[in-house]
């Protein structure tokens, strides 16, 4: 999705496919394109960086904004590097690799900074933005990878969609993933392929494997590996079973998921054990966390550290409080805070996760929890009808922002001080002005880069309730 200011881009101005001109970039997209006005059409341009002055193509034409491709660049930025990334132009995994690291970390609290001056009125002069927070070594540091899996000309290949089509791009060894991911997907590769095992076709939805999930866990290097199939029966289960004891020992956990659903989302509704554990046992600093196949966590292990400090942060507890952790999933930023809460309660929808999220939170020894399946914007209500009011509420929602009955719930409710942690700076900005006109203020904005190389960025905002 672009994000284009209102009243930016002058309809006027026609462009058509094919059309070259000069461009200088004035910044960066949402997305990690560069950015630059043409007679004041926006044109974005995926590769270009901010300063550069390049001659651009136009790929695909628009009234409000137009795409465009390089066709030369004229004056090339001393931020530009060569991609390590042999396939970074074909996989769109990656869309900053082209960038030297630290002009990545300023160009993602700068797109903080954009959507927060389109979507709020808060004058840029009362925003405090900090730098993002970085990694010092910004490589391999996914502990999650789904590769989704086809056969060509009798060859299994697994790997990521090309962005905007349906090639599959074969990856061998991914430079964010973990390496240990790397290695298990290409063996259960081999292992498919070695076996004759049916490969899912997704065109005629017909075969059995469909994608390979790993998730590794950095404190002890064990694997958990979940073939997503498409058929209730895990082809050749026994000689399979064998074979990834044999050449994969680091896998402790092997789990088969269902999904039999026409979708390009990933996960059925169905997991079973195959072999091994049924969880993942994961650790961040002092607090251990139980994680199912389908339970969400954090992709970035050594900066949700950074990430979650910061939510301890902008909580500022004393010890008394009594702290809702909204979207807790395995409930891994409360139990981050709760050594400084009176009591912590959180929900979420999947139920294996608040399963995990009870179990972590008896494991930790945290005094006072309770976690129930179910939504944010159903249970607090509930709650404060019980007599139980929240003085901190810490969300960390999807990309879609909060549920507006959240939104709404929080309003009514009006916790002292609200973290909100997020992975899209546009839906957190206009979450912000909903619960600006609410009563709270922002009190800091604090960019934390979790995916090093990718237009991301995730914030947190404290968000403070005015008198």
């Avoid at 609290?109 to 002069?125: C, G, L, P």
């Avoid at 070594?137 to 990878?145: L, Q, T, V």
């Avoid at 002890?220 to 399979?240: F, H, I, N, S």
């Avoid at 196949?293 to 400090?309: C, G, K, M, S, W």
Wanted: net charge positive; hydrophobic share 35%; charged share 25%.
């Amino acid at each position: 999705m672009k994000s284009v200011k209102q009243g930016s881009s002058d309809p006027k101005t026609k462009v058509e496919v094919g059309q070259q001109f000069p461009l200088t970039i004035k910044r960066l997209g949402i997305n990690g394109e560069g950015v630059g006005y043409y007679k004041r059409h926006v044109v974005f341009v995926p590769g270009a960086i901010p300063g550069e002055e390049i001659v651009a193509k136009v790929t695909q034409a628009g009234e409000r904004f137009s795409e465009a491709s390089i066709k030369k660049i004229r004056k090339s930025s001393p931020e530009r590097i060569t991609p390590p990334c042999p396939i970074y132009d074909q996989c769109g995994g990656c869309q900053l690799q082209h960038m030297e690291y630290a002009a990545t970390l300023r160009e993602k609290a700068d797109i903080v900074r954009q959507a927060f001056e389109r979507y709020t009125t808060i004058k840029q002069e009362a925003l405090t933005i900090q730098q993002t927070k970085g990694m010092q070594d910004p490589w391999y540091y996914r502990n999650k990878s789904q590769m989704q899996v086809n056969k060509t000309k009798g060859v299994v290949h697994a790997g990521l969609y090309a962005e905007k089509s349906h090639k599959l791009i074969d990856l061998s060894a991914c430079m964010v993933q973990h390496k240990r991911s790397n290695h298990v997907t290409q063996v259960m590769k081999q292992i498919l392929q070695d076996l004759n095992i049916s490969i899912y076709n997704e065109r005629k939805h017909r075969g059995a494997i469909r994608t390979i999930v790993t998730r590794v866990s950095f404190k002890t290097g064990d694997v958990q590996l979940v073939l997503v199939t498409a058929e209730e029966t895990l082809p050749k289960r026994k000689q399979m079973m064998e074979e990834v004891k044999k050449r994969l020992p680091e896998v402790t956990s092997f789990m088969q998921n269902i999904n039999d659903q026409k979708t390009s989302i990933i996960f059925g509704d169905r997991t079973s054990l195959v072999s091994g554990e049924e969880t993942l046992e994961e650790t961040l600093g002092d607090v251990s966390f139980s994680l199912s196949a389908r339970a969400f966590f954090q992709l970035n292990p050594e900066q949700t550290v950074v990430l979650y400090d910061e939510a301890k942060k902008a909580a500022k507890l004393t010890g008394k409080e009594k702290l809702v952790d909204a979207y807790c999933g395995v409930g891994t930023i409360g139990l981050w805070l709760a050594d400084q809460a009176a009591e912590i309660r959180g929900m979420d929808v999947i139920p294996d996760a608040i399963e995990n999220a009870r179990a972590n939170a008896a494991n930790n020894q945290v005094q006072a929890y309770e976690y129930e399946v179910g939504k944010a914007e159903e249970w607090l209500p509930e709650w404060v009808k019980q007599g139980w009011t929240p003085d901190v509420v810490v969300v960390d929602p999807p990309r879609t922002g909060c549920d507006q009955k959240l939104l709404t719930t929080l309003k009514q409710t009006k916790p002292s001080r609200i973290v909100y942690v997020s992975c899209n700076p546009s839906t957190l900005a206009k979450d912000v002005e909903q619960l600006r006109a609410a009563g709270y203020k922002v009190a800091n904005i604090q960019p934390v880069d979790m995916f090093p190389w990718t237009a991301q960025v995730e914030c947190v905002t404290e968000l403070v309730k005015e008198n």
